[in-house]
């Protein structure tokens, strides 16, 4: 006879002879998606869902405006400076700041960025 303990988020059999880690981990509703380090990553649904690109900020022109592939619908900033999202794809319209050093957007749609 055995049975499954959860325990912070950590699956566990108990039966005869102890217990057994499954390593079947549960995710922290809140938990940021991987994102390396001075890049600027988008996924093409929310809560950082579907299709994901990894991009680097575009330090030596603040004014040059960076085209998505798909229209992001969440975004996370692992940069240390501000990026800004665009609804337009040709950087046009006022832009969504994205905080930088891993500040995260749940819910957003651009199309493009750039550094500002």
């Not at 299709?51 to 240390?80: M, V, Y």
């Not at 199309?111 to 500002?116: L, P, Q, R």
Request: glycine share 12%; with cysteine; charged share 15%.
């Amino acid at each position: 006879m055995s049975a499954t303990v959860a325990v912070a988020g950590v699956v566990t059999l108990v039966g005869m002879g102890g217990g057994v880690d499954l390593g079947a981990q549960t995710s922290a509703p809140n938990a940021l998606p991987e994102c390396a380090e001075n890049f600027v990553c988008f996924w093409s649904e929310p809560n950082f869902g579907g299709q994901k690109i990894q991009e680097p900020p575009d330090w030596a022109t603040g004014s040059h405006c960076i085209r998505l592939p798909f229209s992001a619908r969440s975004a996370l900033n692992n940069t240390k400076e501000r990026q800004r999202g665009y609804l337009n794809s040709d950087c046009s319209d006022g832009g969504t700041i994205l905080q930088y050093r891993g500040a995260a957007e749940r819910s957003i749609n651009i199309n493009a960025y750039k550094h500002t």
